[in-house]
């Protein structure tokens, strides 16, 4: 398979995806576009066996292997930080005086604003990578050309 | 002195052209594998094709 058949696959398969995503958001079913997604990337990875044109060196790998590391080291303190709140949220009880001060249940978060947390993680996750990738691919020559 | 185009040594030593213009440009570092790999190809010396110059020594080790 030539690197333009599988750019074509990929991008047909990510159209499928969006079709899947808003199905299942109609017929509010998670269910449906979580096990698209991952036989999606089950495809895509098959498919990129297949290719038999290069399409990856180890200089992209080293591109690629950059700029997921930077984006990890970035995206766990802000997971974590997060996550250290939500967790101290769960685990307040006010112990002094029992009497005096009402126990209130911990807050959690409704299914609704769970998502628009997810989005946010997810929206930062991605812009991370690709800034990252960006700046490794200018740095590695992915752009340049033969004229000086 | 081979008559190889950057595409036609890219395709023989399995990398992409790009690869051999950012080396070519100093971009990209090769690894010692790839850069016996070229050498093989021109059948020369790794020092032949590589010079080791520790100005540049700090590019890619962030």
Avoid at chain 1, 22 to 36: D, K
Avoid at chain 1, 76 to 85: D, E, Q, R
Avoid at chain 2, 18 to 40: C, H, M, N, W
Wanted: aromatic share 14%.
């Amino acid at each position: 398979m030539k690197k333009n058949t599988f750019y074509l696959a990929v991008g047909c398969i990510a159209l499928a995806l969006l079709a899947i995503f808003w199905y299942s958001i109609e017929v509010h079913r998670p269910f449906v576009i979580e096990t698209a997604f991952i036989v999606a990337i089950a495809v895509i990875y098959f498919i990129r066996k297949q290719v038999t044109d290069i399409i990856e060196d180890e200089r992209t790998a080293r591109i690629t292997e950059q700029a997921s590391l930077r984006t990890f080291q970035v995206f766990w303190v802000v997971f974590c930080a997060l996550s250290i709140g939500a967790v101290m949220q769960i685990l307040y009880v006010p112990t002094f005086p029992r009497e005096a001060i009402p126990v209130r249940p911990p807050e959690i978060l409704g299914p609704r604003m769970m998502g628009y947390f997810q989005l946010g993680l997810l929206c930062l996750m991605i812009f991370l990578y690709v800034g990252f990738r960006i700046y490794y691919a200018r740095k590695y020559g992915e752009w340049d050309t033969d004229e000086e | 002195m081979n008559d190889l185009t950057q595409e036609d040594l890219a395709q023989a030593i399995g990398v992409t052209r790009q690869t051999i213009l950012a080396i070519e440009k100093g971009k990209y570092v090769p690894s010692l594998d790839l850069a016996f790999r070229i050498s093989r190809q021109f059948r020369v010396n790794i020092e032949d094709v590589f010079q080791y110059d520790e100005t540049h020594l700090s590019i890619d080790i962030d």
